[in-house]
């Protein structure tokens, strides 16, 4: 098993949708969570962290699920702007390396 | 440019020459890591520093794959006796080391091994 899964994609949607995407995790210790996003034959940039608690920022929102090992990204109101390969990643502890999901491809439509 | 700098963007080569690639950090960040990155996949952690110490290695990383910093600013990626299946984007990032901050990622080297 990976140690961090994400739907496989291409999620095709048109402007304005919501979309959502999932990832779990294997390491039931891991101890920090984020999203980066990735433009085609760009570099990896931060999109956000995720708490416990849940956050949201604009029309992004994610949630953490340490039960269940599950980690989501939504989008409200979907730009063309948003499409891009959105990649799940966990950190397993404390200061330790980031391990990245396969990434969710995002094609969002007029 | 204070950003993360790769050289070089692009790196071809014949199978079993040796290669190497030269990472330079956000000239603050104490952390330097290498992943590696092939076409719909996730990037794949290979191995990290904290200044000059080299703090893990992949387990998937074969002998023929060497990382240095040595003197904790600059790194380089050697691959020795390049196979095919090297081809790949080679990316380098940094952060501060403070804890769980965010990685900044160079824009990568990308490496066709004929």
């Known amino acids: 098993r990976k140690e961090v899964e994400q739907d496989p994609g291409p999620f095709n949607v048109p402007e304005g949708a919501t979309v959502a995407f999932n990832c779990t995790y294997s390491n039931s210790a891991s101890q920090s969570f984020f999203w980066y996003r990735q433009d085609c034959r760009k570099e990896p940039k931060l999109l956000m962290s995720v708490y416990s608690s849940g956050n949201e920022d604009g029309r992004f929102t994610a949630q953490l699920n340490r039960a269940s090992q599950y980690i989501s990204l939504l989008i409200r109101d979907s730009k063309l702007s948003d499409s891009a390969t959105y990649l799940c990643?966990?950190?397993?502890?404390?200061?330790?390396?980031?391990?990245f999901g396969q990434g969710t491809e995002l094609s969002v439509k007029p | 440019d204070t950003g993360v700098s790769q050289n070089p963007r692009h790196k071809i080569t014949k199978r079993g020459q040796n290669v190497t690639f030269r990472c330079d950090p956000i000239s603050e960040h104490n952390r330097l890591y290498w992943y590696r990155q092939t076409l719909g996949q996730g990037p794949e952690f290979l191995t990290y520093f904290q200044n000059e110490a080299q703090l893990e290695k992949s387990r998937l990383l074969s002998d023929r794959f060497s990382a240095e910093r040595p003197k904790g600013s600059f790194s380089t990626l050697e691959i020795q006796r390049t196979e095919q299946g090297d081809s790949a984007m080679y990316l380098c990032?940094?952060?501060?080391?403070?804890?769980?901050?965010?990685?900044?990622f160079g824009s990568g080297t990308q490496l066709s091994v004929l």
């Open positions: 990032a940094s952060s501060l080391g403070t804890g769980d901050e965010k990685l900044f």
């Open positions: 990643v966990v950190r397993a502890r404390q200061g330790g390396k980031l391990i």
